[in-house]
């Protein structure tokens, strides 16, 4: 124990303007990670979504044949947000509830028969999915649909 090797230099104290250092380099690497992360799910996704849309065929809603007429049942295909509709006359829309625009969740206005996005004020035609006004730039993703008794099949277009 005696060797003077084996004994450490003492640390120096830490000076404010270390200590103001490691908290701007903290603080900095926060601020990367909080922009990095959504830009990083923006730009990276769209091959997961698709290649994930891809190997989903279809989605059965057991009990959405009960759903009243000018009536909407929101639901997942392929981990993305989707809506079902029941029209007045009995037929069914399913489409995809995520705006074009920038992809904003939408939802059934049942009062104007029209799906909206609040986000930037997009409106699209309930039975279509046409974009009718505000600035989507593509008609919302339509589904196929089968009514069966007791359930709802929804399967790709």
Not at 6 to 11: C, G, L, T, W
């Amino acid at each position: 124990m005696n060797n003077p090797e084996s004994i450490s230099e003492p640390v120096p104290p830490l000076t404010r303007r270390a200590f103001v250092k490691a908290g701007m380099t903290v603080a900095g690497a926060a601020y990367a990670a909080a922009l990095g992360y959504p830009l990083y799910r923006y730009l990276a996704t769209p091959a997961e979504r698709a290649a994930l849309l891809a190997a989903v065929k279809e989605v059965a809603l057991d009990g959405a044949d009960k759903l009243p007429r000018h009536a909407a049942l929101m639901f997942k295909f392929a981990g993305r947000p989707a809506i079902l509709l029941h029209h007045d006359d009995d037929t069914w829309t399913a489409l995809s509830a995520v705006c074009t625009h920038l992809g904003c969740t939408v939802q059934f206005d049942p009062e104007h028969n029209a799906i909206r996005c609040a986000c930037h004020g997009g409106i699209y035609d309930a039975r279509t999915g046409a974009n009718v006004s505000g600035p989507p730039p593509k008609p919302l993703m339509a589904f196929k649909v089968q009514a069966l008794t007791g359930k709802v099949v929804i399967s790709r277009a």
